[in-house]
């Protein structure tokens, strides 16, 4: 069993940065991928980053490649994603979800998700 919190969403302009926050609970924290996934209104689920149980293999959506960046720190089973350059598409509700051991790109396999942090991007 792991649970998510994800935290770090806000109200931002064109231009800024912010950084989410994932905290995960459980002891196999270690044994499972991460993904960041977003949904704006009226949109399927995406996923954005992703990161492997090690951390050895990671994936970016092509619309965040080089503005995003997925890391984990799984000494305090934190991940985070840090978020350069945000644009007003952007805009969306971030979720945290994880499975195990190595990623997938499809929302529908992740066993656990956070509740979601909302992201604003004026412009």
């Known amino acids: 069993q792991v649970q998510l919190v994800e935290s770090g969403g806000g109200l931002v302009q064109a231009g800024d940065s912010l950084r989410l926050s994932c905290a995960a609970s459980?002891?196999?924290?270690?044994?499972?991928?991460m993904g960041w996934f977003r949904q704006a209104p009226g949109k399927e689920r995406d996923l954005v980053a992703a990161?492997?149980?090690?951390?050895?293999?990671?994936y970016y959506a092509d619309s965040v490649k080089g503005r995003f960046t997925i890391s984990r720190d799984n000494a305090k089973n934190m991940v985070y994603l840090q978020m350069n350059s945000l644009k007003p598409e952007d805009t969306a509700v971030y979720y945290c979800?994880?499975?195990?051991?190595?990623?997938?790109?499809?929302?529908?396999?992740?066993?656990?998700w956070g509740q979601g942090t909302q992201v604003t991007v004026s412009s």
């Open positions: 459980g002891r196999t924290f270690t044994t499972y991928a």
């Open positions: 979800a994880a499975r195990p051991w190595d990623y997938s790109t499809t929302w529908n396999s992740y066993e656990y």
């Open positions: 990161i492997s149980w090690g951390g050895g293999r990671i």
